[in-house]
């Protein structure tokens, strides 16, 4: 027996690129068995052009008021959009957001509004939205028992990494290749300091963890620091450095987000360009999703999806999460160390031991970046004390020495 539903009112807060891609798919879509019907969008600035006949709002209070079916969100960082999302809760109307940063900070008050007034809170589209899998697993949790998880979630990073390493490109020109061809922001600082990536990793790990961490606590590096010579060095190694988050909790909760030497052996250093993949390791074995991040087409789809699952019943419930500190795992390392001129392997094998740092292999010395660079592949370690050994180099020999994480090579 089928059923007629009425078209869904939608209030959106934010018409930027997304917003005013969710009118458009809306408004192509109206044929569909459950039509969207965007009532209005809340604005900052009236007066820049939309899409037209939507009514704008400067005064949220308005569009709360109109008792819409769901709330979209879609403006982007912390405030307001935390404030009208948690009003929206209080008063049972259905929350939808592709906001990863509000989720980052406060994801867990907004869990809690949720669970408190039995009101959906969806948001799939706020990591890989163009890989939609976070509603599937929440909605299986015996399947979805999963322990760890590592991925890239920053196409913006990977598309720079990539083209170092296929064209040895500087990271500063690859960068700007990214921003001409729309793969990166005009300012991109979230995404190559590892922000982004931190940000999305915070909400990784409420989504599978069940735990609640802020960003801020997270083991975070950027790949603005990367050089030609530590990408050069990654092949002579046999692997590529990648922009990788990663979280393990199957005892105490552990994880980082930057960049790591991947071998080539492993799923992730197939991933190229804008690509994004999750790798979840369950109890049933290793899950991988791959797909593109985002873009404004693909968020709008993924976001509209998500108010249709709310309309027709089949949204996920919020639970409240513990709060938990993330420590820094013990991993692999790359060291890359340059200098006019390099002591003796045997002396840098010896200073290393001495703060129990060990060499799994090493590259060939290496003159063409105007001094010499040579890089070594250790066994695990804990990163304090890979920094000791670092600076001891630097004081004893004079060496600069950068210090990046690596995966292990069996993945």
């Known amino acids: 027996m089928s059923t007629c539903v009425a078209s869904i009112d939608v209030a959106l807060l934010g018409c930027g690129n997304v ?36 009514p704008l709002h400067t005064d949220a209070r308005t569009l709360l008021s109109s008792h819409p079916d769901v709330i979209v969100e879609v403006l982007g960082g912390v405030e307001p959009a ?11 109307i259905p929350v939808v957001t592709a906001n990863k940063t509000l989720l980052a900070y406060s994801g867990g008050e907004l869990r809690r509004a949720a669970a408190a007034t039995g009101t959906p809170l969806l948001y799939e589209a706020a990591v890989l939205a163009g890989v939609p899998f976070l509603g599937t697993f929440a909605r299986r949790p015996l399947a979805a028992s999963a322990t760890n998880l590592v991925g890239i979630v920053n196409g913006t990073s990977n598309y720079v990494l990539t083209k170092c390493a296929a064209e040895a490109a500087e990271p500063a020109t690859a960068l700007a290749e990214a921003q001409r061809l729309g793969f990166a922001e005009p300012d991109p600082a979230k995404d190559v300091s590892g922000e982004d990536g931190a940000e999305k990793l915070a909400v990784l790990i409420q ?35 990648k922009p990788v988050v990663q979280a393990d909790w199957t005892n105490r909760l552990e994880a980082f987000a930057g960049p790591a030497f991947v071998p080539s052996s492993h799923s992730l250093a197939r991933v190229d360009g804008v690509e994004n993949v999750l790798l979840l390791g369950t109890q049933y074995g290793r899950l991988l999703f791959q797909g593109p991040g985002a873009g404004p087409e693909v968020t709008a789809a993924t976001v509209l999806d998500d108010v249709r699952e709310i309309q027709i019943g089949t949204s996920y419930a919020s639970a409240e999460l513990p709060t938990d500190r993330a420590a820094a795992p013990n ?37 063409r970046w105007g001094s010499e660079h040579q890089s070594l592949l250790t066994w695990s370690n804990d990163g304090e004390r890979i920094d000791a050994a670092c600076t001891a180099l630097t004081n004893a020999a004079g060496c600069e020495a950068d210090a990046i994480r690596a995966l292990e090579v069996a993945a």
Do not use: K
């Open 19 to 54: 917003g005013s891609a969710i009118v458009r798919l809306a408004q192509r879509d109206l044929t569909r068995a459950l039509p969207i019907n965007v009532t209005g969008a809340l604005v900052r600035d009236g007066s820049r052009a939309r899409p037209s006949a939507l």
């Open 82 to 92: 935390r404030t009208l999302l948690l009003s929206a809760l209080e008063r049972r």
């Open 207 to 241: 989504h599978f963890a069940a735990r609640e961490v802020h960003p801020g606590g997270l083991a975070v590096c950027g790949i603005d620091g990367i050089t030609a010579a530590q990408i050069a060095h990654a092949s002579a190694l046999g692997g590529v450095i």
């Open 331 to 367: 991993t692999p390392w790359m060291l890359t160390l340059a200098a006019a001129r390099l002591p003796r392997a045997a002396q840098i094998a010896d200073l290393l031991a001495s703060y129990g740092v060990f060499a799994q292999r090493t590259t060939s010395r290496d003159s």
